[in-house]
């Protein structure tokens, strides 16, 4: 199983500001041609793939890379307006029940593909969400390696537990940073851990029965949805005896079982995230007993590196770049003055891409400041298991739908 992103069209269609209805965008074609495909020679060639794997090496990292970066985004109203006309839409903070408009997509995008898309507007320093699908956000499946930022979260909080609230993700084992961990699940750089196999050892360290619960007791979402199983591979000798900042040695005990399996929705994938990225926003949603610390780890790496002095890791380096094909990076990079952000997690199996997807696209003036409802943010969580003559076919597809 491999983990990459998904693409940007429905940026592109169904504006994060909602300035284009569903009846102004055409619906994607559901094919492309195999010689139509690839950028570089790596593209066209082998099992992986230009958009999910970045064989061609295009992925763009942004220059300001401040591990205690907020989206500066602003907007005057939690209401905005379709610059095509139509009624107004409303934004909610997290404290509202959880709405989702699941025809806004319809049209946009196919039915075959699996989506929650999570628009934000920050009104006077408070995320608003507005939720879009196109019918299929509750579908329940498989979502491969995609899942593995959810593990990796569950594990730091059994760690603050353990510790006693002194060391989550920033502490070492074998005298390894956990971050680096982090940042080799999402890049797949596999010399010295698997992808699968650290993902297996999270659920170790964090608990199965743990993991599933947070999907019903702080999610709240249904019993079809579980959430524990592992991902194809043995988990490494690491251990699980650990070594806070602090120098203070400490252990927890592995969890052995056999958890239930994956089986989750775009939606629940979405909001996992959200609730992650919003730690600091939405104190109310955040997940318990997890600290800021912890998600800049998962966010970026660990900031003293030993496997991969001086990069940017953790869900920053997720191979998979979607969401930078779908918009002109340069153009983000210079409006943003190097403070966009993209953070994701792909899952690849059977054929089936899936995609977590977090993004800000600030717009900022001369001085540094936020040009008022210029900015976007989302987070979109995807999912394609059908489409296309071949699996690299299908993979420009999904970056096609994003």
Known sequence: MRTRTLAFALVAAASFTAACSPEEAAAPEEETSEAALGSCAAARSGDHYEFLDDVCHKKVLPTDVDRNWQCPNVATSAT?????????????????????????LRGIVPDSLEVTLVLVRRVGGRPHYRYLSNGTHDHVAQPWSATKFMAVANGARAL????????GLDATVQGVPLGDLVTTIHNYDERRFSSNGLARWFHDVGGRSEANDLVHG?????????????????APGLGYTFRAPSGA???????????????????????????????????????????????????????????FPGKVGGMSADTAIYVQSAVDVAKVQSESRGKFRVFSKLGFGDGHYVENQYACFPVLDATGKPVPDAGKEMFLSVRLESGGASERE????LARHV
């Open 249 to 307: 040695s400490f252990s927890v005990d592995p969890d052995g079982s056999t958890g239930p399996r994956n089986a989750l929705s775009t939606r629940t994938m979405a909001e996992f995230l959200k609730r992650l990225v919003m730690h600091r926003e939405d104190a109310e949603t955040r997940l318990p007993g997890i600290q800021w610390v912890d998600l800049q780890h998962l966010f970026y790496g660990a900031p003293t590196s030993t496997m």
């Open 218 to 234: 702080w999610l709240r979402r249904p019993a079809s949805e579980t959430f524990g199983g592992n991902y194809g591979a043995p």
């Open 394 to 397: 299908r993979d420009a597809l």
């Open 160 to 167: 603050r537990e353990a510790s006693g609230g002194r060391a």
């Open 80 to 104: 905005a307006t379709p610059a095509g006309g139509g009624a107004a839409v409303t934004y909610a903070p997290a404290s509202a029940a959880v709405s989702v408009d699941a025809a806004a």
